[in-house]
């Protein structure tokens, strides 16, 4: 059986954000697949580190991802238009960078990038 290369995002649950976000992933880091950890405004509450049990769960199927699929790369994503998370771009940014920290302090030995989305589905690695 031929190995197949995995990386994850964790994104909102917008179908929007879907499809743009796995493309951008797979061809900038050359994998087959991406694993999607969805939750309605994830970058809230990986910022505010104050909803311990979404945080939890997020966390654990993040480590499935990286455990059970080797994935290497985890991507943390923001989009305009969140119904999850409505506030405006530049706190979206600076929630997003908080996340990226977050998960880097998971101990997982992976790359963590932070994408944002914006309205015409154009994913760009936020600053």
Same mark, same amino acid.
Request: proline share 3%.
């Given at each position: 059986?031929?190995?197949?290369?995995?990386?994850?995002?964790?994104?909102?649950?917008?179908?929007?954000?879907?499809?743009?976000?796995?493309?951008?992933?797979?061809?900038?880091?050359?994998?087959?697949?991406?694993?999607?950890?969805?939750?309605?405004?994830?970058?809230?509450?990986?910022?505010?580190?104050?909803?311990?049990?979404?945080?939890?769960?997020?966390?654990?199927?993040?480590?499935?991802?990286?455990?059970?699929?080797?994935?290497?790369?985890?991507?943390?994503?923001?989009?305009?238009?969140?119904?999850?998370?409505?506030?405006?771009?530049?706190?979206?940014?600076?929630?997003?960078?908080?996340?990226?920290?977050?998960?880097?302090? &998971?101990?997982?030995?992976?790359?963590?990038?932070?994408? &944002?989305?914006?309205?015409?589905?154009?994913?760009?690695?936020?600053?």
């Amino acid at each position: 059986m031929e190995y197949k290369k995995f990386a994850t995002a964790i994104n909102c649950i917008d179908g929007r954000t879907q499809f743009p976000v796995a493309e951008l992933i797979k061809r900038e880091f050359a994998v087959d697949y991406v694993d999607m950890v969805t939750e309605s405004g994830p970058i809230k509450i990986l910022a505010e580190q104050m909803d311990i049990k979404s945080i939890a769960s997020i966390k654990k199927r993040v480590g499935v991802s990286v455990n059970q699929h080797l994935s290497r790369t985890v991507a943390v994503v923001a989009h305009f238009d969140c119904a999850g998370n409505p506030v405006g771009k530049d706190t979206q940014l600076k929630q997003l960078e908080a996340a990226v920290r977050a998960v880097e302090k &998971w101990g997982l030995n992976v790359k963590v990038i932070g994408l &944002w989305v914006d309205e015409d589905e154009k994913v760009t690695p936020s600053a």
